[in-house]
C-alpha cells in the first residue's frame, strides 16, 4: 500500500479543471462576509480511491481568521483546499489540512471501503465559487482530485447561524479574534455534575500549554474559549477493555484498532457544537485517566485530561494540530503505515537526508555539527523497545492505569539521563530514527516533545514552525 498507487475518482458539478490564478492583494471586503461558511462533504474510498459527495453547506458563526492572510503558503498538509472565484477565475482563499480518512488509508482496513465526515471552513464567499481540493503528490507537490461549484444564494445554502444551548466562556480574551490565534476547547465524558472540573482541566492543560515555548512568549497572541457538552455519566467509549460508552461528541479510544488512540468521528456533531465561539483550532479534553490522545493538522487534538502524564500529551498532541509536527518517535507502535524513506516527508521536523546540502533546517545547523549527527542510538533502541514490550503486556493484564504510569516515569528517568550525557545534545543536527521508522528517516535533535516524554520542551525546529504559523493568524 502506498500513496502513489491511488487511483482519484471525483464527484462534481464540473469534471474540467481549468488553470486559475493565484489572488495577490486579495481585499477581504471585497470578496467575502465577516461569517464563516463550512462545507460538510463524504469522504469516501479505500487504499486505491478516494471520491467526494457534498453533504451541506451552513453557516459555522462568526468568522475568527485573519482578514489579510487569505492565502496559505505554509506548503503544509495532506490535502489542501482552495476558494477560487468562478468569474475572475482567481484563488481567494487557501489552507492545507490533514484528515482522518488520509491516515485511515494507510490502515489494514482500507482494502475495503470507508465513509468519512469531513469539512472545510473559509470565510463566507460574496459570490458564486469554486472549492477545489487537491492532494499532495510523491514528489510533494499538490495534485487536485475533485472541485465543487457553489453559489452563496442557493436554496441549498443554509445561511442561518445555529444556536445551542451549552454554556460557554473565554479562559483567554486577548482581543480581535481577526488578529488572535483563537482555541476553542470542547469536552467529552463529563457529566452534568463535573461543570467546575472541566472548567479545572480547561485551565489547568491551558496553563501547560502556555509554559512552553514558543507558546509561552507568545502568550498574547491567544484567545481561547471553552464550551461544556455534559453527558449523563462520566468517561467516553473505551472498546479494548470491553467499556462502552455514548457521549455527546462520540470521542472513543481505539481508533484504528490502537488503544491510546482518541478520535471523534462524529465531525458534523463537533462541528456543530464548536461553532458557538470563533475558532480556528480545537482541542477536546477527554475526562479519563486511560493515556490517550490524538492530533490531526487543522482538525483537532484529544487529551485524556486525567493522566500523569495529560501535560505532554496535551502539548504534543497540540503540536500535531497546529503546525503538522510529525511523530518523531519510532518504537511504539502504530495503526497506519510508516512514511516511505524513499520520499521527503512534508512535515517540518522530520527528513529522509536524501541530500544533506538541502536538508530543510539546515540554517539552524552549526558548521562544527556532522550530518547525519551521531547519537548512542542503540542503547536507547534497547531499552526503548523493552518498555514497549512491557507496555503491551501491562494492557493485556488489563492493570491499573498507574502500573502504566509507573513504567512510563521509569522510562522518563532512564531517557532523561542518557540523552543529556550526549555530545550533540541541544544541537540541530540530524539524528536517525523519525517517524515511526527506526530507520532512514531523521529528526533535528536528540530530544523533543515530539520524540519522548522526558521534558516539556520543543526543538529549536519544532519551535521555528509553531512561531510561523502563530504569524499566519496574528499579522
Same mark, same amino acid.
Not at 15 to 31: A, T, V
Not at 200 to 224: T, Y
Given at each position: ?309 495529560? *501535560?505532554? /500529551? %496535551? ?6 494540530? &497546529?503546525?503538522?509536527?510529525?511523530? +518523531?518517535?519510532? #518504537? ?114 536528540? *530530544?523533543? /516533545? %515530539? ?6 520542551? &520543543?526543538?529549536?525546529?519544532?519551535? +521555528?514552525?509553531? #512561531? ?8
Amino acid at each position: 500500500m502506498s500513496k502513489q498507487r491511488l487511483t482519484l475518482i471525483f464527484i462534481s458539478f464540473s469534471c474540467i479543471f481549468s488553470p486559475h490564478l493565484k489572488g495577490e492583494g486579495i481585499r477581504f471586503d471585497d470578496y467575502f462576509q465577516n461569517i464563516t461558511m463550512r462545507v460538510d462533504y463524504f469522504h469516501t474510498g479505500n487504499n486505491q480511491t478516494e471520491i467526494f459527495a457534498i453533504d451541506r453547506i451552513v453557516n459555522d458563526g462568526a468568522w475568527a481568521g485573519s482578514l489579510t492572510q487569505l492565502q496559505d503558503r505554509t506548503n503544509l498538509g495532506l490535502y489542501f483546499f482552495e476558494i477560487i472565484d468562478k468569474e475572475q477565475n482567481i484563488v481567494i482563499y487557501s489552507r492545507g489540512f490533514a484528515s482522518i480518512f488520509g491516515e485511515w488509508q494507510l490502515t489494514p482496513e482500507a482494502t475495503e471501503y470507508g465513509t468519512f465526515h469531513e469539512s472545510v471552513r473559509f470565510p463566507w464567499p460574496l459570490k458564486p465559487f469554486i472549492l477545489a481540493i487537491s492532494k499532495r503528490a510523491s514528489d510533494n507537490s499538490f495534485q487536485k482530485i475533485w472541485q465543487h461549484e457553489i453559489d452563496p444564494y442557493s436554496r441549498l445554502v443554509n445561511p442561518v447561524e445555529l444556536k445551542l444551548p451549552f454554556k460557554s466562556w473565554a479562559l483567554k480574551d486577548n482581543g480581535d479574534p481577526h488578529s488572535k490565534v483563537d482555541i476553542v476547547i470542547l469536552g467529552d465524558g463529563y457529566s452534568h455534575e463535573q461543570f467546575e472540573k472541566f472548567k479545572a482541566d480547561a485551565i489547568r492543560l491551558m496553563r501547560e500549554l502556555f509554559s512552553v515555548q514558543p507558546f509561552q512568549s507568545r502568550e498574547k497572541d491567544f484567545n481561547v474559549r471553552a464550551i461544556f457538552t455534559p453527558c449523563e455519566q462520566p468517561g467516553v467509549n473505551k472498546p479494548h477493555p470491553n467499556i462502552y460508552a455514548r457521549t455527546p461528541l462520540s470521542l472513543t479510544y481505539g481508533a484504528f484498532d490502537s488503544e491510546r488512540y482518541v478520535l471523534g468521528f462524529d465531525n458534523r456533531t463537533i462541528r456543530d457544537v464548536a461553532s458557538i465561539v470563533p475558532y480556528e483550532f480545537m482541542i477536546i479534553l477527554v475526562n479519563e485517566r486511560t493515556y490517550g490522545g490524538g492530533g490531526i493538522y487543522n482538525l483537532y487534538s484529544t487529551v485524556s485530561a486525567d493522566n500523569k502524564f495529560a *501535560d505532554y /500529551i %496535551m502539548v504534543h498532541e497540540f503540536g500535531h494540530q &497546529f503546525a503538522a509536527l510529525a511523530d +518523531e518517535y519510532y #518504537s511504539s507502535s502504530v495503526s497506519y503505515e510508516a512514511p516511505s524513506v524513499e520520499i521527503e516527508p512534508w512535515e517540518p521536523n522530520i527528513t529522509a537526508l536524501k541530500d544533506p546540502s538541502m536538508l530543510k533546517w539546515k540554517h539552524l545547523v552549526e558548521p562544527s555539527t556532522p550530518i547525519p549527527t551521531p547519537w548512542d542510538k542503540e542503547t536507547f533502541d534497547k531499552f526503548s523497545y523493552q518498555i514497549q514490550i512491557e507496555r503491551n503486556q501491562i494492557r493485556a493484564k488489563n492493570e491499573p492505569e498507574e502500573v502504566m504510569e509507573a513504567l512510563f516515569e521509569s522510562e522518563r528517568k532512564f531517557e532523561t539521563e542518557l540523552i543529556d550525557k550526549m555530545k550533540y545534545t541541544g544541537k540541530v543536527g540530524a539524528f536517525e530514527g523519525a517517524g515511526y521508522n527506526q530507520y532512514g528517516m531523521y529528526r533535528p535533535e536528540t *530530544d523533543c /516533545i %515530539m520524540f519522548t516524554r522526558n521534558r516539556q520542551a &520543543f526543538c529549536k525546529v519544532c519551535q +521555528e514552525a509553531i #512561531s510561523k504559523i502563530i504569524d499566519v493568524y496574528v499579522h
